[in-house]
């Protein structure tokens, strides 16, 4: 199994709500990451997770709160979005965090705040 | 500080024409260089890499890329396009996790690659 798997696809959220979007690797690898897209953009690093223990905040605002309960799992929980978080977030995975020539990308979550 | 830069936002090439997508880095040592394809609404694939040694490397889809450290290029290249090619494309240039600094990769703009029949 080399992938790795993003739910939901889509998401529509109101500016009040407070969803999850999850994300699932069964390779063993112990890093992975969140990235966000924009639009025609190319995608930008948010989180890293290094053997379940968060490794990189790119000063990603505190609405966006990361969560890696295993690690095979990592969540993205969203609560009090603004519009402009309107984008294409994408997880990643590597063997470790160093194995930046290895990452494999989920299909992304395409989220869109109201 | 490194950068990445795709000098073409879109390209159309006809089927079978062959195809060059350009890439220039600046990096202040060797640097780690990736060529990504994404497809509308999906995530990014690993199409070719290059560490260290040889300077053309081999890729998946028939790509390949040349690193010219002269020119601070790493050129993605293709004999014969397929419709199928037609795909957004990103190169981008990652900074190992040496001594406790933070690896990180870093994407160009990106190059839209339209197929015409």
């Known amino acids: 199994d080399t992938e790795v798997t993003q739910t939901p696809k889509h998401l529509v959220m109101g500016m009040t709500n407070k969803k999850s979007l999850k994300c699932e690797q069964h390779m063993g690898h112990r890093a992975m990451y969140w990235y966000k897209q924009k639009a025609k953009k190319p995608p930008e690093l948010m989180f890293v997770y290094s053997y379940e223990k968060l490794s990189i905040n790119e000063s990603v605002p505190s609405r966006f709160s990361p969560e890696c309960p295993n690690s095979s799992l990592l969540n993205l929980h969203l609560h009090a979005l603004q519009p402009e978080d309107s984008a294409l977030y994408l997880c990643?995975?590597?063997?470790?965090?160093?194995?930046?020539?290895?990452?494999?990308f989920g299909s992304g979550t395409q989220l869109s705040v109201l | 500080a490194q950068s990445v830069t795709q000098p073409d936002i879109h390209i159309t090439v006809s089927e079978g024409a062959s195809l060059e997508l350009r890439c220039n880095y600046s990096?202040?040592?060797?640097?780690?260089l990736f060529w990504y394809v994404q497809s509308p609404g999906q995530g990014l694939q690993l199409l070719l890499k290059y560490f260290s040694g040889d300077t053309l490397v081999q890729g998946i889809k028939g790509f390949e890329a040349e690193f010219k450290r002269s020119q601070s290029s790493f050129n993605l290249r293709k004999p014969s396009v397929h419709w199928s090619d037609a795909a957004e494309y990103f190169c981008?240039?990652?900074?190992?996790?040496?001594?406790?600094?933070?690896?990180?990769?870093?994407f160009g703009k990106g190059t839209k690659l339209s197929v015409k029949p």
């Open positions: 990643a995975s590597s063997q470790a965090q160093a194995e930046i020539g290895k990452l494999f």
């Open positions: 990096y202040g040592a060797t640097p780690y």
């Open positions: 981008a240039v990652g900074t190992p996790n040496y001594g406790g600094s933070q690896g990180n990769l870093i």
